[in-house]
């Protein structure tokens, strides 16, 4: 049996490319991860959990992506976690992603939500933003 070609993973093409989107944005404080290492302290986004939907029909490789996008900040006020996340928006709202590990982004990237929380403490606050764009294999 010939070896067949795999098509590029289009969930790590999307998650790289808000990686580096958010990675690029200016006024973002924190650092971005993918993963948190163990006792990292606020501030800090990670580029979280993702969901992945069919486009088209059966043989369509055209794909919905759902990306969650976590802020972590801790402070007197939710205003710097407010501010974390006005940057990532700008940093991510619109932008049509260019072609990354084979991968196409389909058009541009959409703004779905935001959820902001505070934690018992009364000084560390957590917030999620909720992306979505389109990719398939180029």
Not at 8 to 30: E, K, Y
Not at 100 to 124: E, K, M, Q, R
């Amino acid at each position: 049996m010939a070896d067949e070609l795999i098509p590029p993973d289009v969930l790590q093409a999307a998650q790289d490319r808000v990686f580096l989107l958010l990675n690029g944005a200016p006024s973002l404080t924190g650092k971005v991860y993918q993963a948190v290492p163990q006792d990292t302290q606020p501030p800090f986004v990670v580029v979280g959990d993702m969901n992945v939907q069919p486009l088209g029909g059966k043989l369509d490789t055209s794909k919905r992506i759902t990306v969650d996008v976590h802020f972590v900040y801790r402070g007197e006020e939710r205003r710097g976690l407010l501010a974390m996340m006005n940057a990532a928006y700008w940093a991510l709202f619109g932008k049509v992603p260019d072609d990354l590990d084979g991968v196409t982004f389909c058009g541009p990237i959409d703004w779905l939500a935001d959820d902001t929380a505070t934690g018992t403490d009364g000084v560390s606050y957590a917030g999620l933003s909720t992306w979505e764009v389109c990719a398939e294999p180029a």
